[in-house]
């Protein structure tokens, strides 16, 4: 999770907290849904899919920025271009 919060501020650059409202979630959610994934898929798959959450808001935010959607192809690019993407 210190990850998490890290990508979060360093990409977006918004809080944890932030992240949660806007997602409209609570901590211990999503502290629930990453350990059934630990415990399912591994560790790797929650840090995949907590980088992906955190490419996906920040996609988000830069769309409203700019008054437009990303296609598939543009998320996936920003994935790569800022690190978010583990293989």
């Known amino acids: 999770m210190d990850e998490f919060e890290a990508e979060l501020l360093r ?3 918004i809080t944890l907290s932030e992240y949660l409202s806007a997602v409209r979630t609570i901590l211990d959610e999503l502290y629930q ?3 059934e994934i630990i415990e399912n898929e591994g560790a790797k798959e929650a ?3 907590l980088l992906w959450r955190v ?9 409203r920025e700019k008054g437009r959607f ?3 192809e543009e998320i996936y690019q920003h994935a790569i271009d800022n690190g978010l ?3």
């Open 85 to 87: 993407l583990v293989d």
């Open 33 to 35: 849904e990453i350990d």
């Open 47 to 49: 840090r995949r899919v």
């Open 55 to 63: 490419n996906l808001i920040t996609t988000i935010y830069k769309d």
């Open 11 to 13: 990409v977006p650059h």
């Open 70 to 72: 990303s296609t598939e």
